[in-house]
Structure formats: C-alpha cells, structure tokens
C-alpha cells in the first residue's frame, strides 16, 4: 500500500497533525480491533490500520526533524517507540485469531464426537434400522397377493373434489373408520346398496380399490390419495438415513444429515407407525 492510501484509510490530508492521525487510529482500532470485530479478516484490517498509523507517524515526525535540524535533535525519537507498539499490537492480534480458531475448532469437534457417540449414535441407528425395515415393508405390500375386506359405506359427500391428477374425487366414510377418496363415481349408488369390498394390501392393509355391486354389475373404483400415491418418495426419504451412515467426512452435511435423520425420517417413521393401525399391522404381518 502506498503512502497516498495510507492518508485515504485514515481519511486525512498531507497536513494531519499527530493529534488527527492518532484520532483516526483510535477510531478505526476501536472497530476493526480482532478482540471486537467477528470478520474473519479482522486480524489482517488491524494489521493494516496499525501499518498506516506506523507510516503517518513517522511522516509528522520527518518533518519535525527537518524544523529542528538548525537546533539539532533535541527531542527523543519516538519512532522506534510507534514500531514497537504495532508489532506488540499485532503479535497480539495474532495470538488472539489463533487461539479463537483453535477453540472453535475444538468445538466442532467435540460436535462430531457426540454426534457419533451416545444416545445420539443410538437413536440415530436407531432411525435407520426402522428405515430399512419399514422400506423393505412397502417393497413386500406392494408385490404380494392383495386382499379383499368386506365394509359398509355409512355417509359419504355429494360433493366433487379434484385430485392431484385433476381426476374428479368424492369421499365417503365407512363403518370400519375408513375415510376414502373414490375416483369417478357417483356415490348416490351406495343409497341401494351401501355393502362394498376393498382390496387392500396384504400387510398395512392400505385400500386400493372398491369394488360395489350395481344390479348385474360390479364397479371397481380405484382409491385416490392413498399411501402409494406418494410411496417413491416416501421410500426416498426413508433412503436418507442409510446414505447418511456411509457419509464419513466431518462437515456440514454430516451434520444435517445427522438432524434430518432423527428429527424429520423419524418423526415420518413415528407418525407412520402410530396412525391407522399400521404398527399391529407389522407385528402380526397383516394378519390384524
């Protein structure tokens, strides 16, 4: 940096008086100080102003030299005194970034060991065994024989909704607790004959299809916003906490991962297990 920056960092003229640079200085080290400042560039800034004070000093004083030259050097330089001070101030500066960057990366760290270890390793091990079984669950349901359970429609709405594939929908409830959306029907049939059959899948029991007889004939009405509407990217996110635990390196999507894990796929697996019977379902298989 030259000597005409140095007068712009301080924001002074060739004229500044030693009062003014040492305003100035006070000023800018206020600021920038690394003790004060959390930009990572702090130390180099203070290196920076502690320079240009050095140099505008040592300016003021040249020309009070040249002033008393006629008189001789009356007056102990202090030049040496302002060079010592910005190497302490700098040494220090130093010494106070270095010691930060260590102990933040301590912290990180001791973050990384305790993801690893403890009840977090547990429960996230936890999360991704549970994963890997409900997953293998959904691969099953879907390619084993489907069953057919018999049901009662109890009210259903008159009403038409459109589904995520603008297909026309209605709803109806069923004497069992069934809520489900039918596409395509006129559900004022189920006024004469509200006795139906639904295919479901042989383990979670999710409803495929309805199946109502009409005079001599039977109408198969597929179920609309079920499970396996979504099932690949459910099966996605259920992928997530395996990928996470051949994911090796300390940074911060080891970390997410981590969290996304526990708290999003398990609190999914949670919810999953708990609502429509679907944990019984698992343990006996479907035969329940």
């Known amino acids: 940096m030259s000597g005409e920056r140095f007068y712009k960092l301080f924001g002074l003229s060739h004229d500044a008086s030693e009062g003014e640079i040492k305003a100035a200085y006070k000023k800018l080290a206020k600021i920038n100080h690394p003790d004060k400042s959390k930009s990572s560039k702090s130390v180099e800034k203070f290196q920076e102003i502690q320079e240009a004070y050095t140099y505008l000093l040592q300016q003021v004083k040249r020309k009070d030299n040249r002033l008393e030259s006629e008189h001789g050097d009356e007056n102990f330089s202090r030049e040496k005194v302002d060079e010592d001070a910005w190497t302490a101030y700098r040494n220090r500066a130093r010494k106070v970034y270095q010691e930060r960057k260590k102990k933040q990366e301590q912290e990180l760290e001791n973050w990384y060991i305790r993801l690893k270890t403890g009840w977090n390793r547990k429960l996230f091990l936890g999360v991704v065994i549970l ?7 959904f691969i099953l349901d879907y390619f084993l024989p489907k069953k057919m359970e018999e049901d009662r429609v109890e009210s259903y709405s008159k009403e038409k909704y459109n589904s995520l594939d603008n297909h026309p929908v209605s709803v109806i409830e069923t004497k069992n607790n069934r809520t489900l959306w039918l596409n395509k029907f006129n559900n004022a049939h189920f006024d004469d004959n509200p006795f139906i059959k639904i295919e479901v899948t042989p383990i979670l029991h999710h409803p495929l299809e309805v199946s109502v007889s009409r005079g001599f004939r039977i109408h198969h009405i597929p179920v609309h916003l079920n ?19 051949f994911y090796k390196k300390n940074d911060a999507f080891f970390i997410m991962g981590h969290y996304l894990t526990i708290f999003l796929v398990g609190g999914l697996i949670l919810y999953f297990l708990i609502t429509e019977n679907r944990l019984i379902h698992i343990i006996t298989l479907g035969n329940v």
């Open 131 to 137: 994963s890997c079984l409900i997953n293998s669950i």
């Open 227 to 245: 499970l396996y509407w979504g099932q690949l990217v459910v099966q996605a996110i259920l992928l997530l906490p395996l990928l996470c635990l």
